[in-house]
C-alpha cells in the first residue's frame, strides 16, 4: 500500500467528497476535503466511507491542521489515518489527498450543512457556523434550526469574512483606491460629498463580503429585507440571551485555495 501510495502522490487529485462530523451535543462539528484523481473513484464506498472516517477522526482529534489530522489514529482503529489513507491508494489505484479540515466549537450551537449529498452527512460541499450565547437561550431547538439556516447561508453566498472588524486594512485600502479610481470626482459640489459617496461604496462593499453584512439568504427581499446581523439580533431577543457569531467554515470540494 505504502509504495503504491508512494508511486501516486505526484498526480493531481481535484475530484473528492467533503465529509461532516457533528457531536451528539451539538456543539462541535467537523468538515474534511478529502481528494481524489476521478469522480469514478469518489463514487467508490471505500473512499465514501474513509472520508467519513476522516471527518469523524478530525472531531475526536480536534485537529488543527491537515498535518496533525493525518497523523491521529483513525477513528475506529489505533493507526494513523495517513496509513488508512495510503492502504485505500494501493486498492483504488488513484492518488488521495487531505487536502482541509475545519474543527468547529462552541459553548452553545454549532450549525452545519452539507450541499449536494451523495449520502448523509457527505457532498460536494460542507459549511459549519458557531453560535455563542452570553446565557441560558430560552429555545435552544429553535436557535440549532437558525445555526443550521445560517451554514446554508455560507454555503449560497460564500462570505469571506465575519464582520467589518475581521477586513484586514490593506484589503480595505485597496477596495479604497478603486472607488476612488472609478468616482466622478467634478460631479461632487463639495469634498464632503465625494467622501460620503466613498463611505457608501465601502458600506456596499463591506455588505458584499462579511457574514454579518450580508442580506440574509432566507430573508424578504425590498424594503423588508434583513442582513444577517438584523437576523441574530431578532434571535437574541427571542431567546433572551445575546447571540454572537463566533466563527464560520466553508468547504468547497475542488477550489483553489484562497
Known sequence: GMAAARGKTGRVAAEGLIGMACSEDGKQAALVEVNCETDFASRNE????????????????????TDSLQSAPAEG?????????????????????IRRCSVSSSSTVVGSYIHSAVAP??????????????GAVSDPESLKLLANKLAMHVAALNP????????PAEVVEKEKLVILENLDVSKFKKQEQADAAVKGKLQKFFSDVTFVGQL????????SAKKVEDVIATASKEQGSTIRITSFARLKCGEASS
Open 216 to 223: 440574509y439568504l432566507f430573508s424578504d427581499t425590498g424594503k
Open 77 to 97: 482503529t489505533t493507526e494513523p489515518l495517513q496509513d488508512v489513507l495510503a492502504a485505500l491508494v494501493g486498492v483504488l489505484g488513484e492518488n488521495l489527498v
Open 160 to 167: 469571506f469574512y465575519l464582520s467589518p472588524d475581521d477586513v
Open 46 to 65: 471505500k473512499f465514501q466511507n474513509v472520508v467519513m472516517q476522516a471527518a469523524r477522526t478530525a472531531l475526536v482529534s480536534k485537529a488543527t491542521s
Open 121 to 134: 452527512n457527505l457532498g460536494k460541499m460542507g459549511a459549519t457556523v458557531a453560535l455563542e450565547s452570553d
